[in-house]
């Protein structure tokens, strides 16, 4: 099926996905760190995205929380 640029569109077969276990590679005390940086986050509402949103139609702004790259370097949470 041709797309709107001229180039084919391909469908999915079904939906699925993979499930990981990520335990062994955050460290333990992980949830403290981003609680941590939760409380210094800039929460604003911003307007839906149109289009690719998952929210339904009569969402208008979605309250989004950001952490800013200084605000983590500062917060030590950055850990090699």
Do not use: C, K
């Not at 084919?8 to 079904?14: K, R, S, V």
């Not at 062994?24 to 992980?30: E, G």
Request: net charge negative; aromatic share 10%; no cysteine.
């Amino acid at each position: 099926m041709p797309g709107s640029a001229g180039y084919a569109i391909a469908m999915p077969l079904g939906f699925y996905w993979t499930t990981f276990d990520l335990n062994d590679r955050v460290p333990v005390d992980w949830q403290d760190d981003i609680r941590a940086a939760a409380t210094d986050a800039d929460f604003r509402e911003f307007p839906r995205t149109p289009v690719i949103s998952r929210e339904a139609e009569h969402v208008a702004r979605i309250l989004r929380g950001r952490v800013h790259a200084a605000q983590e370097q500062i917060s030590g949470l950055s850990r090699s």
